[in-house]
């Protein structure tokens, strides 16, 4: 990690109608860091992710994504995209392609990669997730895990600067949910940039870098996990995490071993 | 009822030489109904408000007239629009695929709708161009849901081209006509026309319902 930021949310406001999603986020990135953000379902976690890309325009504030400022109305808004991977929470493969296909049709088509090169890359990263024989099958017959790994290595493959995580594991089975923990934590350890909305806070405790407590569309409290998952400062950070079950680091640990 | 079907065999070459044409104006019609209906049923859906409000008043005078109509127009009206004559298998394949245009598009239309909204957004966050987009993730997306459908206005396609008769297209129906005519069988010349429709038509249905399927799970994100 550096300290050379690669994005920055500057005020962000973001509404729909009525509601107010985001309520001026500030938040800043790190070229190399992990940062989760947490907190209740409709906090505005995942409208930050979607308004770092541009899926959503913001109303107020500004995103600068490696010096440039981040526009919806702009074309340039693409060459952002490409280098911003995401991941979705139900995965959005593309159903009418085999699952190579859905990891080179990125490359080929925004890229202008050749197909053999595309098909290197893509078997590369089959390998990486851990689906190498699942090159030539449809989406349709992978299980949920399966298919999120796919989806993470269909965004890898743009060759990303940075990956948005929307909830990855939020739609999967209990039991397929660390396959693809555990290839995000890999992603983590080789150094790549990654903004993760998340649930699990074990997840979030183990790997991020830092930790950012969303409550109604503001950022409520930041700071390394150990410092939030054991010394909270927020009383609404402690509500939140006691919701969950959680009671600091040692109650955690203390459950896992009475599961195991 | 004596059956004789000596003026058909007699006259297989003139009869044969129909039936291309029928699977000619057909096949032509419906390359360019589905291309009108691709592209309407694109801007209809992604084009805006201007676009949608345009196309859709071709959809709905389409729709509002008869096909007869439309292929007389196409052959006897448009003529003097333009100042000169323009034959009428031109005019057939025109008219037909205009008509078959609407339709395929408004089918177009309903499928790309159908798509769910990430589709598209998983597709932009790879930086693909909304047209790069639709045409690689969701237009697909969209033809093999709607299959079935498209299925049935392929075999449209081919049973209205009869209609072009009227203009005296050299398809089929016409032909059939002008060998009965002379010949007086009326009975063994139209059944014989009606069973090529048939064989043209049902295994065309039978094959499009064994493709979706086959396909169907190709659809469903």
């Known amino acids: 990690m550096t300290d050379d930021p690669i994005l920055i949310f500057e005020s962000v406001v973001k509404r729909y109608g009525d509601l107010t999603a985001l309520d001026g986020v500030s938040l800043t990135l790190r070229r190399g860091e992990v940062v ?30 490696d ?32 699952v190579l296909r859905n990891i080179t049709i990125g490359p080929t088509t925004v890229l202008k990669l050749g197909h053999a090169a595309a098909d290197e890359r893509a078997k590369k990263l089959l390998a990486k997730v851990g689906l190498s024989d699942k090159a030539l099958s449809y989406p349709s017959a992978l299980s949920g895990g399966q298919q999120q790994r796919v989806a993470i290595a269909r965004a890898l493959a743009m060759e990303p600067a940075l990956m948005l995580f929307d909830e990855p594991t939020s739609a999967l089975d209990p039991e397929t949910i660390g396959e693809v923990l555990s290839v995000m934590k890999t992603l983590a350890d080789e150094g790549m940039t990654m903004l993760v909305v998340t649930h699990e806070m074990d997840f979030a405790r183990r790997v991020a870098d830092r930790v950012a407590v969303f409550d109604k569309g503001r950022v409520i409290e930041e700071g390394a996990p150990q410092e939030i998952f054991t010394n909270a400062r927020v009383a609404r950070t402690r509500d939140f995490l006691s919701h969950l079950g959680w009671h600091g680091e040692g109650a955690a640990s203390v459950s896992k071993r009475e599961e195991a | 009822m004596d059956i004789n079907i000596q003026p058909i065999l007699q006259s297989w070459p003139f009869l044969l030489k129909a039936l291309m044409m ?58 003097l629009v333009i100042g000169h004559s323009i034959n009428a298998v031109t005019a057939g394949i025109v008219g037909l695929g205009l008509h078959l245009g609407a339709y395929v598009s408004e089918t177009i239309r309903a499928g790309l709708t159908s798509v769910r909204r990430n589709q598209m957004q998983a597709a932009l966050a790879l ?16 033809v093999i849901r709607m299959l079935p459908a498209l299925g049935s206005l392929c075999v449209i396609a081919i049973k209205d081209s009869a209609i072009a008769s009227v203009i005296a297209v050299p398809e089929l129906l016409r032909q059939t006509q002008i060998v009965a005519g002379k010949t007086f069988r009326p009975f063994e010349l139209y059944t014989a026309a009606m069973l090529c429709y048939f064989i043209l038509c049902y295994p065309m249905a039978r094959g499009v319902d064994r493709l979706y399927r086959r396909l169907a799970h190709l659809g469903s994100s």
Not at chain 1, 80 to 89: D, I, L
């Open chain 1, 67 to 98: 010096g440039h400022e981040v526009k919806s109305t702009e074309s340039s808004v693409r060459l952002v995209r490409q280098r911003m991977g995401m991941v979705f929470q139900n995965f959005e493969l593309f159903p009418h392609l085999t």
């Open chain 1, 36 to 65: 989760c953000l947490i907190g209740p379902s409709g906090s505005g976690k995942s409208t930050l992710l979607r308004c770092a890309n541009a899926l959503d325009p913001v109303d107020e504030g500004r995103i600068r994504f």
């Open chain 2, 127 to 142: 930086g693909m161009s909304p047209f790069q987009a639709i045409r690689t993730i969701i237009l697909p997306q969209a």
């Open chain 2, 22 to 79: 029928t699977i000619l104006v057909s096949a032509l019609s419906t390359l360019l109904g589905f291309a009108i209906g691709v592209i309407v049923g694109a801007l209809r859906t992604y084009g805006g408000r201007f676009a949608n409000i345009v196309l859709g008043f071709y959809v709905d005078s389409m729709r509002a007239i008869p096909l007869l109509v439309i292929l007389v127009w196409t052959f006897f009206a448009f003529p």
